[in-house]
């Protein structure tokens, strides 16, 4: 599916960048230039298409599914909730905080309402039947266990470190959360 994808957006990218070229050098008259844009437009619906097709089916759920998770947890919240959570986390390596992070409670992926919803709620719906929520599941304990090791090095007075592990593993885990979290929340908006 990947590499369908990437196909399909260089030629749309490849088709835009003539068609200007084409237009800058007056090769394209109104009639070329209204079919060369419909086609353009064709080729992206496609893509777009594509994409979301991609999306539903990596979490697979029913209309009747999606409005159980719906009623369960609000994925944006659950977004702003990490954010906050990380710029904290940043603050605190930073010397810029007062709050104190817990490295017992840092460590447990199941205390934040993602990782409750995660470990309860998800986890007796779906089980290990969804690859979407399964991959999230691993996101989610990988950023907790990430978290956990800056706090420890920061406990130690290691903040070199505790900066390496921040700008490394922590930031990955964290942006495939996100990504995967923004994933779900499109898949629960999308009919």
Same mark, same amino acid.
């Given at each position: 599916?990947?590499?369908?994808?990437?196909?399909?957006?260089?030629?749309?990218?490849?088709?835009?960048?003539?068609? +200007? %070229?084409?237009?800058?050098?007056? *090769? &394209?008259?109104? $009639?070329? !230039?209204?079919?060369?844009?419909? /086609?353009?437009? +064709? %080729?992206?619906?496609?893509?777009? *298409? &594509?994409?979301? $097709?991609? !999306?539903?089916?990596?979490?697979? /759920?029913?209309?009747?599914?999606?409005?159980?998770?719906?009623?369960?947890?609000?994925?944006?919240?659950?977004?702003?909730?990490?954010?906050?959570?990380?710029?904290?986390?940043?603050?605190?390596?930073?010397?810029?905080?007062?709050?104190?992070?817990?490295?017992?409670?840092?460590?447990?992926?199941?205390?934040?309402?993602?990782?409750?919803?995660?470990?309860?709620?998800?986890?007796?719906?779906?089980?290990?039947?969804?690859?979407?929520?399964?991959?999230?599941?691993?996101?989610?304990?990988?950023?907790?266990?990430?978290?956990?090791?800056?706090?420890?090095?920061?406990?130690?007075?290691?903040?070199?470190?505790?900066?390496?592990?921040?700008?490394?593993?922590?930031?990955?885990?964290?942006?495939?959360?996100?990504?995967?979290?923004?994933?779900?929340?499109?898949?629960?908006?999308?009919?």
């Amino acid at each position: 599916m990947k590499n369908i994808s990437l196909i399909i957006n260089l030629v749309i990218v490849i088709g835009i960048g003539i068609e +200007l %070229v084409l237009i800058l050098f007056g *090769k &394209l008259n109104a $009639d070329q !230039l209204l079919i060369s844009s419909a /086609l353009s437009g +064709l %080729v992206i619906l496609i893509s777009v *298409k &594509l994409l979301k $097709d991609a !999306l539903i089916k990596l979490f697979g /759920l029913t209309e009747d599914q999606k409005e159980v998770i719906k009623n369960e947890i609000n994925v944006m919240d659950e977004i702003e909730a990490h954010v906050a959570w990380k710029v904290g986390l940043q603050n605190y390596l930073d010397g810029k905080s007062t709050g104190e992070f817990k490295l017992d409670k840092i460590m447990r992926d199941d205390q934040c309402g993602l990782g409750k919803w995660l470990n309860g709620p998800a986890q007796a719906y779906f089980g290990a039947n969804n690859k979407g929520i399964e991959k999230l599941s691993e996101q989610h304990s990988r950023l907790h266990t990430a978290a956990g090791f800056v706090v420890k090095k920061i406990q130690d007075n290691d903040l070199v470190a505790a900066k390496k592990v921040m700008d490394g593993e922590f930031r990955m885990a964290f942006h495939d959360v996100i990504r995967t979290l923004n994933v779900l929340n499109t898949v629960l908006t999308t009919k």
